[in-house]
């Protein structure tokens, strides 16, 4: 590990260094996923830009007016403390807060930082795609919001320019009588990276599915995606476990594409990810309706 | 390679255990090198280095964290409890029960779960958790000696000696 270190004064500071040492310099925010992978020799930048220092500016829940701001800086403590984990339609935030990490890992993790690892293990990026969350971006030349799945281009790459740094992540509360889950498997829930992940958020009418956004860890790329085809098969259904589980079983294979690797194979994750797929739906409906 | 790049010092100002430090650091530096070489607090161990053993924690402004995932930069300005800044005078609470659970087998793990205990018990203030509450407080610590059910039982004791005692300082 060796690399020099830039504080930045302020947040244009820290885009003008980004954008003027391009690709050489490098934000770190929490670290918790930049110290391993400059000890693991994965990168090797020769600047670090620390952000901790505009945590006063860039830490923030709020909720206005049917929109929810996340600034980039806030922990996943601080997250998992909000009001947002309190909301009924946001109890998906509380699943992921559990099994994130460890209690040390979430007091330094940060929601900008797990966005801007861009891959499939980032939790928060999952249940954001479930929530069709924007992101905010600013750069040298001013700033601007992108859809985080736009964003999130493949694995360990950021559609983004060079000196823009990840502001905030905005999205909507739901319409009433909507939820989330969220359900991740690992070897050791947390640190490990999970096998599969999947957030779903569910609005119910009358007993049906009215609407459902369905996320996982990977679907057809290798950073998370949603399950479009599942989706819409899914509306209209009753919430009933075998309706529900029939047609994941059926269209979830069709746009998912699993690889095998040393913790699992291909099967093994579609199968799971069916499974897990159709409790989350449940999961989410159930709470939907005031049945946690 | 940037001018001078790992030569260049960088000065820094933090507190550990109440004592102010003014030192010149490396860019690349971690806390836990800082806390180790520069200031010999040596509770503070190096297990993995990745934030996934809770061998090195510590407490930072209130937070619990893995000092080998935190630049000593990072921790300008700051305030640093380690184990020695907890039981200078004599044992913690802690300490008293883990060693009477006989809970340290090897040791290399324990000044990590003492701080992870202490960040619940004390600087979060619950001094009547639940199993479960133990658990997650402990949630980063490995111990490779397997003492995880000691832990809960000792960290509920120092609980309740803790507990105790408050009772008693609030009748006097
Ligand atoms: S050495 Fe820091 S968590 Fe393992
Ligand atoms: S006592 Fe040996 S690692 Fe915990």
């Known amino acids: 590990m060796l690399f020099d270190i830039y504080i930045p004064r302020d947040l244009v500071d820290a885009s003008e260094f980004l954008y003027r040492n391009a690709p050489d310099a490098v934000p770190i925010a929490g670290g918790t996923d930049l110290i391993p992978m400059i000890r693991d020799g994965k990168l090797r930048p020769k600047y670090l830009v620390d952000l901790s220092g505009l945590k006063g500016r860039l830490s923030y829940v709020s909720i206005d007016s049917g929109v929810v701001r996340v600034g980039a800086l806030t922990t996943i403590n601080a997250l998992g403390a909000s009001a947002l984990t309190g909301m009924e339609a946001f109890l998906g935030f509380r699943d992921l807060y559990r099994t994130f990490g460890n209690a040390a890992v979430r007091s330094l993790a940060t929601v900008g930082g797990n966005v801007g690892t861009a891959v499939s293990a980032a939790d928060l990026i999952v249940m954001f795609n479930a929530l069709d969350a924007k992101v905010g971006l600013s750069g040298v030349k001013g700033s601007r919001y992108v859809d985080i799945r736009e964003l999130v281009a493949g694995k360990r790459l950021l559609a983004k320019e060079p000196g823009e740094l990840i502001t905030e992540v905005v999205f909507n509360v739901p319409p009433k009588n909507s939820s989330t889950a969220f359900i991740k498997l690992g070897y050791r829930e947390g640190t490990i990276i999970g096998l599969t992940s999947v957030a779903a958020l569910v609005t119910v009418r009358d007993g049906v599915i009215e609407d459902v956004k369905l996320a996982f860890d990977r679907v057809d790329r290798r950073v998370p995606g949603r399950a479009y085809l599942t989706e819409k098969g899914l509306k209209g259904v009753p919430l009933r476990d075998e309706a529900v589980g029939g047609v994941i079983n059926e269209h979830l294979p069709r746009e998912m594409r699993r690889k095998s690797d040393y913790r699992a194979s291909g099967a093994y994750r579609l199968h799971v990810s069916k499974v897990l797929a159709r409790r989350a739906v449940l999961t989410a409906g159930r709470r939907a309706v005031g049945g946690g | ?172």
């Open chain 2, 1 to 172: 390679m940037p001018e001078g790049l790992g030569v260049r010092e960088v000065p820094v100002e933090l507190r550990v255990n109440g004592v102010k430090h003014v030192l010149r650091v490396k860019p690349y530096e971690r806390l836990l090198d800082t806390l180790r070489r520069r200031l010999g607090i040596t509770s503070v161990k190096d297990g993995c280095g990745r934030g996934e053993c809770g061998a090195c924690l510590v407490i930072v402004d209130g937070e619990l964290v893995p000092s080998c995932l935190m630049l000593t930069v990072q921790a300008r300005g700051r305030d640093v409890v380690t184990v020695e800044g907890i039981s200078s005078r004599s044992l913690h609470s802690i300490q008293e029960a883990l060693i009477k659970v006989n809970a340290p087998q090897c040791g290399f793990c324990i000044p990590g779960v003492v701080i992870a205990a202490y960040w619940l018990l004390e600087v979060k203030g619950n001094l009547n958790p639940s199993d479960d509450d133990v658990r997650e407080a402990l949630s980063t610590n490995l111990c490779r000696c397997g003492s995880y059910h000691r832990f809960v039982k000792a960290v509920k004791i120092a609980a309740e000696e803790l507990r105790a005692r408050k009772a008693l300082g609030a009748r006097d």
